[in-house]
């Protein structure tokens, strides 16, 4: 039995705690962007630069208003979301068995239905035909035996999508996660910041139109949600990680395929804040905390839930895993990594044996952040 875990590295700045094998550091980007090798073998991740921004809209949904400045440091992330791949890395050496794998905790949900109280998730079944839009359970439906392994449920399997985001991932698996790999879960500024790529005040993460030139630049709906999916994307579910063109920073995926959680908790400003969409499929009750999820994901659509946007934001439970919900991690350059670089890192035990090539990483995301000063 067990309640939702509090995430150990939700804080401001990380020192870089690497447990890959091959983190030796490249630099291919322009003047704003920079590549490193990922921790964890994670392939790479992005330097996004420190600055201003335009956070928030004023024209679409009335928890992202209003527009304010807001400033962030620069800090590395993930160049996609956490794959299929790199997740059953992290369980294959730790154990690790997430949420919905494990039975939920009578007391905390004392009014559950008990048949309900086993180990599944929240998997979205597409209706025959139009359905009323008020209520989510026409095409929400948790689902005994769902998880990460098995993301329709019982019978499915991830042949084929190593390199789709990782999804029935509760916020505290994506914790763990990022725990284990010595990285930290972005907070919202930092992801809406990364997510715009440099275009101040945009629609979407790559501009003002939705397709330019009819082309497809990310994972949503097409079609009347949530019956009709014309798949103008190529795509019914998720895709491939880097299926769509990455934005100006080089992120991938920042904007449909799944939404992923950050480390910031969400406070509705107001009641029709909270009212029930596509995306948040729970009922969270007032015991049970919030985090914010950003980008949108392949259920978004333009006649339901227009948060394909870096703008968008909802809450969601930390109690929820979902068919849609992944995530990303980031890597903060603290004050003392830049001002005693000399001085050891404070590894894990089971990251000793990566010592050296984390020094390596961590002085090249000096040398990186000093040529931005």
């Given amino acids: 039995m067990h309640a939702p875990k509090a995430c150990a590295q939700a804080t401001e700045e990380t020192v870089i705690q690497g447990r890959g094998t091959d983190q030796r550091p490249r630099r291919d980007g322009g003047a704003n962007a920079g590549h490193a090798a990922g921790t964890a073998g994670q392939g790479h991740m992005i330097w996004v630069p420190g600055g201003s921004f335009l956070m928030g809209s004023n024209d679409f949904y009335p928890e992202e208003r209003p527009v304010r400045r807001e400033s962030v440091r620069g800090f590395w992330m993930d160049s996609h979301p956490v794959t299929n791949a790199e997740f059953r890395q992290f369980v294959s050496a730790t154990g690790y068995a997430t949420y919905s794998e494990r039975p939920p905790d009578s007391a905390t949900y004392p009014h559950a239905d008990p048949s309900l109280l086993v180990p599944g998730s929240l998997v979205f ?6 359905v009323g839009l008020r209520d989510y359970r026409a095409w929400w439906e948790y689902v005994p035996g769902a998880d990460w392994r098995h993301p329709e449920g019982p019978g499915s399997t991830l042949n084929g999508r190593d390199d789709h985001p990782v999804v029935h991932v509760a916020y505290e698996d994506a914790c763990a996660y990022a725990d284990w790999a ?14 715009r790529g440099g275009l101040e005040g945009a629609t979407y993460a790559w501009g003002d139109a939705f397709a330019p030139e009819g082309r497809a630049m990310a994972n949503t709906w097409q079609g009347r949600f949530p019956w009709q ?3 103008v994307d190529g795509y019914e579910g998720t895709s491939p990680v880097k299926a769509f063109p ?4 080089g992120l991938y995926d920042m904007i449909g395929n799944v939404w992923e959680w950050t480390a910031s908790s969400f ?24 985090r914010v999820v950003k980008g949108g994901s392949h259920l978004c659509a333009p006649n339901y839930c227009l948060r394909y946007r870096p703008a968008a934001r909802q809450g969601e439970a930390v109690d929820t895993s979902a068919c849609h919900i992944g995530f990303r ?17 404070a590894l894990k035990p089971a990251a000793q044996s990566a010592a050296a090539s984390s020094f390596s990483l961590r002085k090249f995301e000096e040398r990186q952040v000093n040529e931005r000063m």
């Fill in 125 to 130: 079944r597409k209706p025959r035909g139009p």
């Fill in 182 to 195: 010595g990285k930290a879960l972005p907070i919202e500024s930092e992801w809406e910041f990364a997510a």
């Fill in 229 to 231: 999916n014309l798949e």
């Fill in 246 to 249: 990455a934005n100006g920073y």
């Fill in 267 to 290: 406070a509705p400003r107001r009641a029709e804040d909270i009212k029930k969409s596509c995306c948040v499929p729970s009922e969270p009750g007032g015991h049970i905390a919030r």
């Fill in 329 to 345: 991690c980031v890597v903060r350059v603290s004050k003392i990594a830049v001002e005693r670089p000399q001085r050891a890192l």
